[in-house]
């Protein structure tokens, strides 16, 4: 295996409490009533916009709505994105055995690209990633497969060599789309039943096992 493509929130990192901290901000500065965070893990996966459309109350899932939060959202999330995010056991030790294998790491989210960077920075500076690539402004987001392709590009590796891993039904179809082999993981923030659904080629239910697939 030449490369490995992480997903981030839910794969890496366990983000939820600050991405529901963030958007429960949002919500109570237009007014609405706040979100369990329970409820939150089912709204992430698609993107900040996606996140917001998805917490605010029927009836009130207007753009003009999402587009104030936003502002709301980024600035709390901005001064807190690491208060209370954790890495996944055996996380860091599967990177750093990664590494020391020389295979290539790579960071495929749709968390916006600013705070995508500054979470594995913090989290994982020892580890030298050849990408890691957020949500940007004028790129689609997954389950888009152009942001494996640019990564392949950057890595010059074919699809066979590259093994993609997350823990979503996005993650699933991203990894079907840029016709990757993927590996899902029971640690995130989907089910083990949604995620057999979707047939991946590998389910982990701990670091470790990824380690011993590659």
Same mark, same amino acid.
Request: hydrophobic share 45%; net charge negative; aromatic share 10%.
């Given at each position: ?22 958007a429960?901000?949002?919500l ?7 979100r369990?965070?329970?409820?939150? +893990?089912?709204?992430?996966?698609n993107?900040?916009?996606?996140l917001?459309e ?5 009836g ?11 502002d ?7 001064e ?19 590494q ?7 960071v ?17 500076p ?13 790129f ?11 990564i392949?590009l950057?890595a ?18 991203t990894?079907?789309?840029a ?5 899902? +993981? ?8 949604l ?5 991946p080629?590998?389910i982990?239910?701990?670091?470790r ?6």
């Open positions: 295996m030449k490369v490995v493509i992480f997903d981030l929130d839910g794969t890496l990192l366990n983000t939820i409490a600050d991405l529901a901290a963030a429960n901000h949002a109570g500065a237009l007014g609405f009533p706040r369990a965070e329970e409820e939150c +893990v089912q709204f992430v996966g993107g900040v916009t996606k917001l998805r917490a605010l109350p029927d009130a899932k207007t753009a003009d709505n999402v587009e104030r939060m936003r709301a959202f980024f600035e709390y999330y901005d807190h994105l690491w208060d209370k995010t954790y890495i996944y056991a055996g996380v860091t030790e599967l990177l750093e055995a990664l020391a294998r020389g295979v290539l790491l790579a495929a989210s749709n968390k916006y690209q600013s705070a995508t960077q500054r979470l594995v920075k913090y989290f994982f020892q580890i030298k990633f050849l990408e890691v690539l957020g949500q940007r402004q004028g689609p987001v997954k389950p888009d497969p152009d942001i494996v392709n640019e392949l950057s010059g590796a074919r699809k066979e060599e590259v093994l993609y891993v997350g823990d979503s039904d996005v993650d699933m179809q990894a079907k789309n016709g990757v082999r993927v590996c899902a +993981v029971t640690w995130g923030f989907r089910s083990r039943e995620l057999e659904s979707f047939r080629d590998f982990a239910d701990t670091a096992e990824i380690l011993t697939m590659i």
